[in-house]
């Protein structure tokens, strides 16, 4: 058994266990109360599940097992000459709950490397479809397709032992992750350089070498890539594309099919596809305004009339957060530090400082302020990556350190299958009318 492996499940029957007990003296315990308004508004707040990988703070942000952003940009072990966290270390962290040393994240970085070949028919498959077909639905087709390769659902068709799940699965997850960046660099290079693909560089770790495979050499740009693979990579559990992939994963879908539910979650403009929603919406600003440097009365203006337009102002907003997002903030850092005098990043600085009054005076607007999807355009059209359409599959190769660390928290605890209840609007109404009468 691998050292990871082991550590995992050494850890998970300890925790498992503790749960046991937990449940034997208190299961009846009531935690929270459910308002009408949250099951007609989103469920929003409501505890319903066990998520190990990260918890959200309305006002601190995320936190990755107690640790935030910036404590993490310290204690993450980092690529040779570079400061940037590698996403090998937090995706340890996520799954263990120790920060890794660094010749653990080199041991880590060696598997995905031996993991990950992808099979010809994956790239085939990808191929059927139309280069115009959206890259998020290129990703998940990808995905989906690899599914006849899962661990999980060979073994389970061999008969396999509840009690092995959590091993099955985590070779789904780290077979999985291995090859994510492979498929997704094959997406970018098809879409948008006819097909001009790069060989991988095996001596390169996960996110350089994706860097490297999508034909952006610049060695700033690989540090940005390890920071934007580590900092999307979860958000706690409830967010949609969490929800969805631990979802699935409940009815014992297997890995694969389990993140391309998720992957289609985040494939939303309301969640992960805002990112390319910010810049699409900062190229149009400054196409009307024939200028690629607007003042901050322009942008004021525009903002305005995009909201008169009945639209939302992407990147702005949460269903959670309700301060300026840490993810933001750290790509602010990043933005400060490598890219200083860039007409596009000074343009989102400049939304930052005239959006949350306007979205404040609406008066709705629960959080004005600033989140993940705000920032991360400004810095890939920085380094050439204009083709927007790509970039929520930069989130979603993230997105899988997250939720399958936590598919195998749930294989390995053996949480149930998912099924809350639901009611109608006549059945609501009636049990109002009993409860007021
Ligand atoms: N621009 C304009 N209006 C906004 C807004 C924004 N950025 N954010 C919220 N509002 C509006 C809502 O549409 C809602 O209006 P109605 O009552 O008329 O329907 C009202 O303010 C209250 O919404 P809320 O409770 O503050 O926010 P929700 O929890 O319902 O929604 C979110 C959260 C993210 C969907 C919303 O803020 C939004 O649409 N933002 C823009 C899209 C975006 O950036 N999404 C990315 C989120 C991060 C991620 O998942 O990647």
Same mark, same amino acid.
């Given at each position: ?15 498992? %266990? ?92 060696? %598997? ?34 690899? %599914? ?290």
């Amino acid at each position: 058994m691998d050292q990871l492996k082991e550590k995992f499940i050494a850890k998970a029957t300890a925790l498992g %266990q503790e749960v046991k007990d937990l449940l034997k003296d208190h299961s009846d315990t009531q935690v929270d109360t459910v308002d009408l308004s949250q099951i007609f508004g989103g469920m929003r707040g409501i505890k319903a599940m066990v998520w190990e990988p990260s918890a959200l703070d309305p006002q601190e942000g995320i936190r990755f097992r107690g640790y935030s952003i910036p404590e993490l940009s310290k204690l993450l072990p980092t690529a040779e000459g570079d400061d940037e966290p590698l996403p090998e270390g937090l995706f340890w962290l996520m799954l263990v709950g120790e920060i890794p040393t660094s010749e653990e994240v080199r041991w880590l970085t060696d %598997q995905w490397t031996r993991r990950s070949n992808v099979p010809a028919y994956v790239f085939k498959t990808i191929d059927a479809l139309s280069v115009d077909a959206h890259p998020m639905t290129q990703l998940s087709t990808a995905v989906m397709a690899m %599914q006849q390769t899962s661990v999980f659902a060979r073994r389970y068709a061999e008969g396999m032992n509840r009690n092995e799940y959590w091993d099955a699965t985590y070779e789904d997850t780290m077979n999985l992750i291995a090859r994510l960046p492979r498929v997704a660099a094959y997406i970018y290079r098809r879409t948008y350089f006819e097909g001009d693909h790069i060989a991988p560089d095996i001596s390169l770790d996960w996110a350089g070498n994706f860097a490297h495979m999508l034909g952006i050499n610049k060695p700033d740009f690989r540090s940005l890539m390890r920071l934007y693979l580590t900092i999307h990579a979860d958000h706690e559990g409830g967010n949609a594309s969490a929800h969805t992939t631990h979802l699935i994963g409940s009815t014992l879908s297997d890995a694969y099919l389990s993140l391309a539910g998720g992957l289609n979650a985040l494939a939303g403009p309301l969640h992960g596809l805002a990112n390319q929603e910010v810049i699409k919406w900062v190229f149009k600003m400054n196409d009307a305004l024939g200028t690629t440097a607007p003042t901050e009365k322009q942008i004021e203006d525009y903002v305005k009339s995009t909201l008169s337009a009945g639209k939302v102002i992407p990147g702005y907003g949460h269903a959670v957060l309700r301060k300026p997002d840490p993810r933001f903030i750290a790509q602010m850092e990043f933005a400060k530090k490598y890219t200083p005098n860039s007409e596009i990043v000074e343009t989102i600085w400049k939304v930052f400082k005239v959006v949350p009054p306007i979205l404040e005076s609406l008066g709705k607007v629960k959080n004005p302020w600033p989140n993940v999807d705000a920032h991360s355009g400004a810095l890939l059209v920085h380094y050439g990556m204009d083709q927007y359409s790509f970039y929520t599959v930069l989130f979603g190769v993230s997105r899988a350190l997250g939720v399958l660390s936590a598919l195998c928290w749930s294989r390995a605890l053996s949480l149930p299958l998912e099924r809350p209840k639901s009611v109608t609007i006549e059945w609501v109404q009636e049990f109002v009318q009993n409860k007021n009468s």
